[in-house]
């Protein structure tokens, strides 16, 4: 098991997307007793990605599962209409897309006064500088290493110069706000991302995906992360 405390440097958030839902319950407690320090919950509407997947009631059910952080990464249109139901069903934080909500900062002044953590998620063609005027009001941002719709895909290299770039953004604006990578995130992948400047990490087909299975495969990327 890797150490779980509150000032670990790098922390993994393995994502349920990849997970075996016919056993969701299990496959969440065996990332949690591995050392998971977050669930990540891919939201997905068919609109914003070309994807369905999760809404308010897996997360209602997923609550009483598990004492991690549950992180509602939604991947939606108009993600206004759904703050409240996610709150309510448990939720701990919320992550918008830069891409998908009109009012950005609308959007998390609603997340922060539901008491919930506020990211804002970036894809890899969207420039660094859209953060810029919502940076000092978040905690955490996503930076998307893919295009968000799927698991299982091929990290994208060059949204490695945006995170260094994001990561400076950070340290100057808002030193407290979390960077958080998602999408091609494995033992060969993260040593770049931390030397770019990431600390937290969605991992979904490298943790589920694993051939010899989640436990393993946390244990793979712990390693690979120094931890
Ligand atoms: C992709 C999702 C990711 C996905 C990552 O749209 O946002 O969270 O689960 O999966 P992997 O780690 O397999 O790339
Ligand atoms: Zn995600």
Known sequence: MI???????????PSIL??????????VR??????ADRIHVDVMDGRFVPNITFGPVLVKWLR????????????????DDFLDAFAEAGIDSLIVHVEGALHLNRTIQRIKALNLRAGV????????????????????VLAMTVNPGFGGQSFIT??????????????????ACELEVDGGVDAETAP????????????GSSVYGAPDG?????????RAMGL
Do not use: W, Y
Request: hydrophobic share 45%; charged share 25%; proline share 8%.
């Open 64 to 79: 009483p599962v598990t004492t991690l952080h549950l992180e509602g990464h939604l991947m939606i249109h108009a993600p």
């Open 158 to 175: 060059g949204t490695l110069k945006k995170i260094q770039t994001i990561r400076q953004m950070i340290d100057r604006e808002n030193p």
């Open 121 to 140: 998620a970036i894809n890899p063609a969207t420039p660094a500088v859209m953060l810029e005027e919502v940076l000092p009001d978040l905690d955490l």
């Open 3 to 13: 150490p779980r405390t509150d000032d670990r440097r790098f922390k993994i958030a």
């Open 18 to 27: 990849s997970a075996d839902l016919s056993r969701l319950a299990e496959q």
């Open 214 to 222: 989640p436990t393993a495969g946390m244990q793979r990327l712990a």
């Open 192 to 203: 770049k991302l931390i030397e770019a400047g990431a600390r937290v990490f969605v991992a």
């Open 30 to 35: 065996e990332v949690e007793a591995a050392g």
